[in-house]
């Protein structure tokens, strides 16, 4: 009967081991945290694939648990003002100082946009909303949280008309009368998917012949910027990495553009690229813009261009893949010399790593004043990490990197 105890502990211990433990680099910090973390993603990520195969739920719905069980509502303090709004449709959540200076002097104002790969992700979640109340308080800015539609429900280009409908709004001279922001001192921002749709938003703002206000700044922290080649050495790096494993990014991008499962097979093989597309792949080919450094040991192939019956023009939005409004680096350098400085964060421990660092090489060959900040350490999320492990905290880690938040939205 012992021995029977002994066993089943065994296997119990086993099967935790399998869960939780997970390699994980040296250089990050707490990795143990990281663990527990994304072995609640990865058994998320199965019982999501086990319900839809079934034909219980969809991926994405299973997967919104995350945003549900984070998600607060946010209310007001003695130092911010928190209010729920409406601009021109669109949901947001306005955060600005309780008190108006008493010199008079405007405000700078972030507009800023979540992370959750166009699919999860909300302005009311716990992280974002200790996020815009830090914002609000260390720069004495008004921030405007934008609750764009979400993919599978909605597909691109739903958020980017969202977020670009808010900012319209925002630049409004009315508006900015009415929540005392100064017009020369508005930036947008945002993480992972939400990075993609600030740099989007800023490229089009530029277009607009009848847009007065412009940016003053764009942050984009550890963004996704291109659709076309999903093997750069970061997506090969770090294909297994947590929070963001590169199956993982590709579902979100395959389901950002339609829910027809023969284009994400497409897009997982990296086979999606038509000859639409292909023609823009010099914008994203890394052996051009990637520093040595980065590019290691990895040989550049590029992607295929698939024609025939196989094509993605029979089996998907083969279009879409070629818009910059879905990747901001497929845009030409003309296009990109009149942006508002950027400042781009990108963390070792990422996929998207590339996506970064092409687009501030790209930026600079432009002439676009860049401030990058590259973390050796770092990993995709850690943002939200930040904030759940005590955001105001005054521990010496904590404090770093909060003043490195500040830096980066102190740019507008």
């Known amino acids: 009967m012992r021995s029977k105890g002994v066993l089943v502990f065994v296997l119990l211990g086993a099967l935790t081991v399998y869960y ?29 694939e086990l319900s839809e195969r079934m034909g219980l739920l969809h991926y994405m719905k299973v997967m919104m648990f995350i945003t549900i069980a984070e998600r607060v509502v946010p209310v007001s303090d003695e130092r911010v003002q928190v209010s729920d709004e409406n601009f021109d449709g669109v949901e947001v959540i306005v955060y600005q100082p309780t008190q108006q200076q008493e010199t008079g002097e405007l405000r700078r104002a972030i507009i800023y946009l979540h992370g959750g790969g166009w699919c999860l992700g909300s302005s009311r979640m716990g992280p974002y909303d200790l996020l815009a109340k830090h914002m609000v308080t260390e720069l004495n800015a008004v921030i405007v949280s934008v609750e764009y539609r979400l993919a599978p429900a909605y597909h691109f280009p739903a958020q980017f008309e969202d977020v670009y409908r ?26 992972s998917a939400g990075g ?14 009848e847009q007065h206000v412009q940016l003053k700044a764009q942050a984009l922290i550890y963004p996704v910027l291109q659709a076309l080649d999903l093997n750069t050495p970061s997506y090969q790096q770090n294909q297994h990495m947590p929070i963001l494993p590169r199956t993982l990014m590709v579902r979100f991008w395959s389901e950002y553009f339609t829910s027809n499962k023969s284009f994400l097979r497409a897009m997982m093989a990296n086979r999606h690229n038509s000859h639409e597309s292909a023609a823009l792949l010099k914008f994203v080919n890394w052996s051009s813009y ?28 083969h279009h879409l893949l070629a818009d910059p409004r879905a990747s901001p680096l497929l845009v ?59 955001f105001f905290s005054t521990n010496e880690n904590n404090s770093k990197r909060n003043q490195n938040i500040k830096r980066c939205m102190s740019h507008a």
């Open 20 to 48: 939780v433990y997970s390699p994980i680099p040296n250089n990050i910090e707490e990795r143990w945290k990281l663990m527990l973390a994304d072995s609640f993603f990865r058994s998320l990520s199965q019982l999501a």
């Open 166 to 191: 808010v900012l319209k709004y925002v630049l409004r001279v009315d508006v900015l009368k009415g929540y005392h922001i100064n017009p020369e001192r508005i930036a947008v921002s945002g993480d």
């Open 196 to 209: 993609n749709l600030a740099a989007a938003v800023a490229q089009q703002l530029q277009k607009d012949p």
């Open 290 to 317: 990637l520093p040595e450094l980065y590019r290691q040991a990895y040989n550049y192939s590029a992607p295929p261009v698939v024609t025939g019956k196989s094509s993605v023009r029979s089996i998907g939005p």
């Open 332 to 390: 030409p350098d003309t296009a990109l010399r009149l942006l508002p400085k950027a400042y781009v964060l990108t963390c070792e421990y990422d996929v998207l790593r590339d996506d970064g660092l092409m687009y501030v090489t790209r930026l600079r060959n432009a002439g676009v004043d860049v401030t990058h900040e590259h973390y050796p350490g770092g990993f995709h999320g850690a943002l939200m990490f930040i904030t759940m492990n005590n």
